[in-house]
């Protein structure tokens, strides 16, 4: 059975590599590794530096406005050893279903990098990409790559975890119409329109290697997209409408309260979810007991703590 492949920054759980001779513990690495491959990678270590060592930062130069890659202290720039390494490592991956980079580092950083200028001590900005996560961005800019940081947030966190074990599915599958019977319903949460030009596919029943390609081409374009609250409500209801009549007046109005529920953020996603599964059951919907879409990863991975920002369970 195939296990997404993840890569991860080294110093997060593999290996104390950062400038001070420090590592993390990280928690969702440490409950992901029974259930993925990962790769670890030290860019830094990777060309050359030494643990510890004296830190690297990007600088800006106000002329040329391009940016490098400065051991302040040395004042050596890593910068073409760095884009060498990251164009070879990347190029020599065989296969990747997402990325986990260490936050605020100006290798493995996204978007959160500071700058500063030339030989300054104070940053100009600290919005921009680490070297190596700047190419991997490029690269795979239609796989999931988040932060160690981001995914405190329970809902990036069940959006990556889905996304990953999706494409792995897709890959490990060799029928794709077996796959978009399955995920159906996960896919329209993510998109309905495009799911419609799955459908197409589908029904067409030519399932060459032209179309085979283009409805992966597709799968990869949904999920670069998030799964919104309105869009996983809307299939909990039309599953509801399946049943309606054959539930009574206080059944429905239970379900109708724990949408409202939902809807007030009282209750989470994963109640209405568990409620909508027993009627499925109840009525042996086969078609709806099978969907990715109630548990898209390990049931285990389910952790709704949350780092309280954007919180959206
Ligand atoms: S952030 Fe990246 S380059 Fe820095 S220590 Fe961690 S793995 Fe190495």
Redesign the pocket.
């Known amino acids: 059975m195939r296990k997404p492949k993840i890569i991860v920054?080294?110093?997060?759980n593999f290996e104390k590599?950062?400038?001070d001779g420090q590592?993390y513990n990280n928690k969702v690495i440490e409950s992901l590794q029974k259930y993925v491959d990962i790769k670890?990678?030290?860019?830094?270590?990777e060309i050359g530096l030494s643990i510890p060592r004296d830190p690297i930062r990007i600088e800006t130069n106000k002329e040329k406005e391009e940016y490098r890659l400065i051991q302040h202290k040395s004042n050596y720039d890593y910068t073409e050893q760095m884009n060498k390494f990251t164009k070879n490592f990347i190029s020599n991956i065989e296969d990747v279903d997402g990325f986990i980079?260490?936050s605020k580092?100006p290798?493995?950083?996204i978007k959160d990098v500071k700058v500063y200028h030339q030989g300054n001590k104070c940053s100009v900005h600290s919005n921009a990409n680490?070297f190596?996560s700047k190419e991997v961005l490029e690269k795979y800019n239609y796989l999931p790559v988040e932060n160690e940081g981001r995914l405190k947030n329970y809902s990036i966190r069940d959006n990556f975890f889905t996304k990953v074990f999706t494409i792995n599915r897709m890959k490990e599958c060799n029928n794709i119409v077996n796959f978009h019977n399955e995920n159906l319903y996960l896919l329209k949460s993510y998109d309905k329109e495009k799911t419609k030009e799955l459908n197409e596919i589908i029904l067409s029943k030519n399932i060459n290697e032209e179309n085979n390609k283009k409805y992966k081409d597709i799968i990869y374009n949904i999920i670069r997209g998030n799964r919104n609250k309105r869009g996983k409500l809307e299939i909990i209801e039309n599953i509801f409408e399946k049943y309606r009549n054959r539930l009574n007046y206080e059944e429905i109005k239970m379900f109708n309260s724990l949408i409202e529920s939902y809807e007030q953020k009282k209750i989470p996603f994963s109640a209405l979810a568990i409620a909508i599964r027993i009627y499925a059951l109840r009525f042996s919907d086969k078609e709806v007991i099978n969907q990715t879409f109630f548990n898209p990863y390990p049931e285990e991975l389910i952790n709704i703590t949350d780092s309280g920002q954007g919180r959206d369970l």
């Open positions: 920054s080294k110093c997060l590599c950062r400038y590592g670890a990678v030290c860019p830094e270590v980079l260490k580092s290798s493995c950083g680490g190596f």
